[in-house]
């Protein structure tokens, strides 16, 4: 750009020097000066040589001051223009230039500030409060409807009866988290908890024995088409964990972790069936209501797998643990028996059992920061557990013949408690949004 200018400073400091008269003879000889006279056979033209005398026979062509000036005039100012525009165009260059240079400069700027930030306080040197709550959707295969399925019809086959089950479904219903994570350094205090509630039903096909003695007749020997009508699981659930960032990379932090674990279930139960009498011409119609509660406490331990933090850059977290924990299970049945001749049978059975929980859990989370402070996820969940029966105590008895098939089954406890095993699977997806407090 500056040679450019100081070419159009030539042009104009040397064009005065061009305006003069030029005289082309007709032998291509060109005489350049100013004309000073002429007369019918000559032309006087002073030159840097002084004054010179042409034949006007001699001149081929002769172009004037003022033409030539036109005309020079005229191409420098198309130079200039020209110029002009070519110094517009560097400019323009080299501003845009200018404005990448300072946009990669100020990128670098931030990425250095960051990598000096993350040298400076690393994720694992930090004191901070993330609280954080979401809601999604789950499909439980529930270990307490299990349970109950499972004693009754185990229980039925002790009383020379038997079991055929045909369905047990479950319906997506609803998930609520929340919790509060404290992390200092590189330990982190986190307390979470879900609360949620399925929908399940089930059906069945059994022959039972309706004498309830441990003397059985064939007479009460009936086949009953059973359907089972669920009311809403409500599942409540409560972690306590301790972690500690034992590796540390700007790709991967790897997190231990152990705690303890508190889960509650209720579920109530509709029961009707519909069925005959295995030797007698006669219909029978057996309407039950069951309720049962189970509570456990366990200790969980795992590992979390998560990428750090870093400004608008989507990260995943992976968490894979194991609960093991022991339960109470309180289950209250009441019964009624109808006949087409009018029998009429009422039961009302209670018992208690023990139940070991145990079994794998994971969950895999997609992490998008919106600003400093806030982020949001997406999370999908899957738990298998497996519930296990120890031990099953009857504390509910109302007539004396039914105190008959309660020892015989007292007396059937080990086999029972060794047949009495069932899954749990928990499938969940949910929204999650968290919030940090710098302390």
């Not at 000073?36 to 032309?43: K, L």
């Not at 579920?267 to 069925?275: A, E, L, P, S």
């Not at 929980?357 to 920061?369: D, M, Q, T, V």
Request: net charge positive; charged share 25%.
């Amino acid at each position: 750009m500056r040679k450019s200018r100081i070419l159009i400073l030539l042009l104009l400091f040397f064009c005065g020097t061009l305006f003069a008269d030029t005289i082309v003879l007709m032998n291509g000889q060109i005489i350049t000066g100013k004309i000073e006279n002429q007369t019918a056979t000559d032309i006087f033209i002073r030159t840097p040589q002084g004054l010179r005398r042409v034949p006007k026979a001699q001149i081929g062509r002769i172009t004037y001051d003022e033409a030539l000036k036109k005309q020079q005039e005229l191409q420098q100012q198309l130079l200039i223009e020209q110029q002009k525009k070519l110094l517009e165009e560097q400019q323009k260059q080299e501003q845009q230039k200018k404005l990448e240079e300072k946009k990669e400069a100020d990128q670098k700027k931030k990425v250095e500030e960051e990598a000096l930030k993350q040298k400076e306080n690393p994720p694992y040197l930090r004191h901070d409060i993330e609280v954080w709550a979401g809601l999604g959707a789950q499909h439980l295969t529930s270990g307490i409807v299990g349970l109950q399925q499972k004693i009754a019809s185990v229980t039925n086959y002790t009383n020379s009866g038997f079991e055929i089950r045909d369905r047990r479904s479950s319906d997506v219903g609803g998930l609520f988290n929340f919790g509060v994570d404290y992390n200092w350094n590189r330990l982190t205090l986190g307390l979470n908890a879900e609360i949620g509630r399925n929908k399940v039903s089930g059906s069945a096909i059994e022959r039972k024995n309706l004498n309830k003695s441990l003397y059985v007749l064939s007479q009460d020997m009936a086949d009953f088409k059973i359907d089972e009508l669920y009311k809403p699981v409500d599942y409540k659930s409560g972690n306590l964990t301790l972690g500690f960032i034992v590796f540390h990379s700007n790709a991967i932090d790897i997190q231990p972790f152990v705690g303890g674990r508190k889960q509650q279930y209720s579920v109530k139960t509709d029961i009707r069936g519909f069925g005959n009498y295995v030797d007698l011409p006669m219909t029978g119609y057996m309407q039950s209501w069951a309720e049962s509660q189970l509570s456990s406490i366990g200790a969980i331990g795992g590992i979390e797998l998560l990428q750090p933090r870093q400004a608008n850059k989507l990260r995943a977290s992976l968490t894979i643990g194991y609960y093991f924990g022991k339960s109470n299970m309180l289950t209250h049945r009441t019964s009624f028996l109808y006949t087409d001749i009018g029998d009429f049978n009422a039961t009302i059975i209670g018992y208690r059992s023990q139940v070991s929980i145990k079994g794998p859990y994971s969950n895999f989370r997609f992490i998008l920061p919106i600003n400093d402070r806030l982020d949001t996820s997406l999370g999908f969940g899957y738990q298998e557990y497996k519930y296990a029966v120890s031990d099953l105590n009857i504390d509910t008895v109302v007539s004396e013949r039914e105190l008959h098939n309660f020892i015989y089954l007292g007396l059937m406890k080990d086999f029972v408690t060794k047949q009495t095993t069932v899954k749990e699977i928990i499938k969940s997806v949910d929204f999650r949004t968290t919030y940090h407090f710098d302390l």
